[in-house]
């Protein structure tokens, strides 16, 4: 399909394990964006991405969570020791041009740590 | 940190009644955006403003940007069933990206 894609769409694992998501944005898009979105709550920004400049992490809660994008095009979002607060739905969106642009979605990687 | 503060938390109404729900903020923003998101699904880009002032509509969704770059409404006209979801305002400027907290809108039929 045209939209931004993530996997999985599910993960579920221990607590203290590392995880990865993945995204594959809109072909095209320069900018890439992952947020993480708590029950019931708004959307927390975590990192920035905009083509080959030095990405924004001014979001990232902790030094357990990093972000790397490859090529310009697919990102991963790791996440390191999961503690259960980490538990959310992670979700990643694109756009094009710089981050004042109207973003695209994807249906996010819900993430539960037991 | 940048105070956004979206107004109602959830909204209960019949079908067919008008839906409105804002945004304020503590400072002055250049666009605001409203996203609509479904259970399951990431947030879908409703209505973008870039000018103070601007009245904006798509359909049945109307938004303004207030005068003082430090507001915005949504106005849903004549709700449908499908309008049912989170509605979420998004202020961008100063190299910041922030979401307010959500209106979520139950419709009764």
């Known amino acids: 399909g045209a939209g931004v894609s993530q996997s999985p769409s599910n993960k579920v694992t221990e607590k203290g394990k590392d995880v990865e998501l993945r995204c594959d944005p809109i072909?095209?898009?320069?900018?890439l964006y992952w947020y993480r979105q708590s029950l019931g709550q708004g959307l927390e920004f975590l990192i920035y991405?905009?083509?080959?400049?030095?990405?924004?992490k001014s979001g990232l809660p902790s030094d357990r969570f990093s972000a790397e994008r490859t090529g310009g095009s697919v990102s991963t979002l790791t996440i390191q020791r999961t503690q259960q607060e980490d538990s959310a739905v992670y979700l990643c969106?694109?756009?094009?041009?710089?981050?004042?642009?109207?973003?695209?979605f994807g249906d996010g990687t819900r993430l539960s740590i037991l | 940190g940048q105070q956004l503060n979206q107004s109602p938390q959830s909204m209960f109404i019949q079908e067919g009644e008008d839906v409105s729900m804002n945004c304020t903020s503590s400072?002055?923003?250049?666009?605001w955006l409203w996203y609509k998101q479904d259970p399951g699904e990431g947030p879908v880009l409703l209505i973008a403003?870039?000018?103070?002032?601007e009245l904006t509509s798509n359909g049945r969704l109307t938004a303004q940007f207030g005068i003082t770059r430090k507001d915005s409404f949504l106005n849903i006209s004549a709700s449908i069933p499908s309008d049912v979801g989170i509605y979420f305002c998004?202020?961008?400027?100063?190299?910041?990206?922030?979401f307010g907290q959500g209106t979520r809108l139950t419709i009764n039929p």
């Open positions: 998004q202020i961008q400027g100063a190299q910041k990206l922030v």
């Open positions: 072909s095209g898009h320069t900018a």
């Open positions: 991405f905009q083509g080959n400049s030095a990405p924004d």
């Open positions: 403003l870039y000018k103070a002032g």
């Open positions: 400072s002055i923003f250049n666009t």
């Open positions: 969106a694109s756009s094009h041009g710089d981050r004042y642009q109207p973003q695209h």
